[in-house]
């Protein structure tokens, strides 16, 4: 499962390390908005707006890093990823003007964005056959680092701990992650070049790339399931504590579980799916998605909306690493450029999304903002549906 080579193999340790802690500063965020709203002053609207910032400058980012990696190579658009994000993550909430945060939390979109497509590009590099046994590992980093950040935060809020040192660790747990990845001897010179150890994700239809239509569906699919999967983890602890009538630490706990499921979902979609038929999984999995927001949505009890965020959780999981593959292996002549507009399109998904909840939230309470996610996760089922006939077809064809 893991890369067969020693240098390989700490290239991927390093690229794991990192999205841990992206995975933390991204789920920070949803544990922490009760306590910036009410200490700040903010309504849901305006964390949205801010939330929003980062999630466009990430669109911006990953879109420009797929094009331009290629030219600039993978090292320096990992430098200037890694050096954006440990100072977004120094500077978030040193001052409580929504202007400032939403510039700042731009700036963390953009490091985050250039670390995207190069840690993508660089795994799908690795990749035994387009199999995305280790784009689901990596992705689980992600997952960890989210229930690790979440959980504990949880215990620093109800210490009574100020919720900014926790950006303030994150920044410098980057810059740890950063010295550990930059020194790696497998780091490649270019996007899209082969690393050691790894032949590059290939398909069976003889590496020519399929008809822009499989992209037109891969794109809004991605969008719609990131603004889920972000939209869920910012906004289920305030649900907690405005829905369901618990505390702000309680409410961090079930964000924790929350991606306790989606950790779960990549580690066993990793072990369990060896296969390449990735569009038939991604639907099983949306359906497990619109069956835990069934849970959530109309729950009165916390139990049951931990038990909802969790199925949510493990429904999502694969989903995100899996449409990626998609786009890279299905486009194995313009890889970056494809891995770039879709992680594109799932920035978009996260800046609209959540945005429009927060609306919806305002005008008719944090339940009916909820309600969009169950919505949206039907038209992700549809998506999926369409993406396993087209995968289908071209097998057919090829």
Known sequence: MLPRDRGSRSLFAALVM???????????????????????????????????????????????????MPRLGVRLTVTAGLGLEALGLLLFGAWPSIAVSALIYAVLGVGFGAMEVAGNDLTISMERAGRGQLMNLVHAGFAVGGIVVTWATSW????????????????AATLLAALFLLTRPALAVGGGVRVAGGPQARRSGGGRDRSLALLMVILPAMGVYVGIEL????????????????????????????????????????????????????????????????????AGAIGWVAAGAVLTGVGLSALYPLLILLAGSEYPTRRSQAMGLTSACGGLGSMLVPLVITVVADAFGIRSGMLVYLVLAVILSALSAALLAMTRRHARLS
């Open 18 to 68: 990192h999205i841990g802690v992206m995975g933390g500063a991204v789920a920070a965020i949803g544990a922490l908005i009760p306590q910036m709203i009410r200490d700040l002053g903010w309504s849901y609207t305006h964390a949205g707006l801010v939330v929003a910032a980062g999630s466009a400058a990430f669109v911006l980012s990953t879109t420009a890093a797929g094009f331009v």
């Open 156 to 171: 620093f809020l109800a210490g009574g701990g100020d919720w900014r040192l926790v950006y303030r660790m994150l920044s």
């Open 231 to 298: 939209g869920m983890a910012a906004w289920t602890s305030e649900f907690v504590v405005a829905a369901v009538g618990g505390s702000v630490a309680q409410g961090a706990r079930v964000v924790s579980l929350y991606w306790v499921g989606l950790c779960a979902g990549r580690v066993g979609a990793a072990i369990l799916h060896r296969g390449t038929r990735h569009a038939r999984v991604i639907l099983v999995l949306a359906a497990v998605a619109v069956t835990g927001l069934a849970i959530t949505v109309p």
